[in-house]
DNA sequence: CCATCAATAGACCACGATGTCCATAAACAG
DNA sequence: CTGTTTATGGACATCGTGGTCTATTGATGG
């Protein structure tokens, strides 16, 4: 039964908080790093504490985040002794774009900087040019790069070239 | 007169939310934008409720982000009849860095994607490579964008509806 | 069947970012 | 000097994100 603790009090929390530039969200982050892990090892099933303490991720958040990438079909999951969490396609399938989607991280689409409703290259808004120039660095970052790149790389890496 | 009403206002915030990959934060945007109507516009100073309407941003909230930019000597202000705020230099001696940094967006430091207390080329977290391409790309993007950029840009192709 | 393991689900909380509002200080016009 | 105009400063409100915790469901092994 749960105690509810009407008196909730000393808690301490070291939220993570955004200490710079950070093209996505934390819990992006998180995902990215633990789809990292997957891709890294071999297609046996892992589970959430062990992600969670190679990836340096609070379990029970970890968790959650799990949850949202099995929801977008990125994950399969499977219960009880000897389950965990596996990859559900090969890795050169997913996109870093798929794992931020999933995150609900839209991808960066055309929403205007400046504030206008819509801003086009024919009707560019005034940081219109330096902000798509920023946001199609970002985009092709997300769509080209999948979890293979990251897990060939690491500890002895090609240059990898995309385009 | 309004006397501090005690009872909670049923006051509609419509905040505004990240609604997909956000390189920077609100504030940061909002700095960015009133900034590029000051580096279009002539060296007279504009009141805060001028570029707000401009910038569509809401006035209280931007006269904080205004003090910021004063307080990190980006901007001078004058207060009184017929003052406002100004460039404190030229627009092309101002980065996009310098306004990130002084809305608390540090330059996207050394920090490790993948949550390794360091972690650099020589001994790369399974990320790295991924990550400070990405990174590389918003630092040289922040640092090499000034603010004659944006003024030069959009500016005399005034978007006017031709008759 | 029962114990155990591990995912699923969601209630709850803390805190920072965003946003509103009011009071005060400075500069100027009359 | 008085009033208006403007920036400055800070007290609040609200919401989303990040994070903790407990209970439940499903699978496996004995």
Redesign the pocket.
């Known amino acids: 039964?749960?105690?509810?603790n009407p008196t909730?009090?000393p808690?301490k929390?070291?939220?993570?908080?955004?200490d710079g530039i950070a093209p996505v969200?934390?819990?992006a982050e998180y995902a990215l790093r633990v789809m990292t892990c997957l891709a890294r090892g071999d297609q046996i099933a892992r589970?959430?504490?062990d992600l969670a303490a190679e990836a340096s991720v609070?379990v029970?958040?970890l968790?959650?985040v799990?949850?949202r990438l099995?929801a977008a079909g990125l994950l399969s999951?499977?219960?009880?002794?000897?389950?965990?969490?596996v990859l559900a396609r090969p890795a050169s399938k997913i996109r870093f774009a798929d794992i931020l989607g999933a995150m609900?991280e839209a991808p960066v689409g055309g929403r205007c900087a400046f504030g206008w409703g819509k801003c086009d290259a024919k009707n560019p808004c005034p940081l219109h040019p330096a902000w798509s120039a920023l946001s199609d660095a970002l985009q092709s970052w997300a769509g080209d790069t999948t979890l293979a790149d990251v897990a060939a790389g690491a500890t002895h890496k090609k240059p990898r070239r995309r385009g």
């Open positions: 039964m749960r105690t509810k909730t009090r808690r929390l070291p939220i993570a908080r955004r969200s934390q819990s589970t959430a504490i609070p029970h958040y968790s959650k799990l949850r099995v999951s499977q219960k009880g002794h000897g389950g965990g969490f609900g």
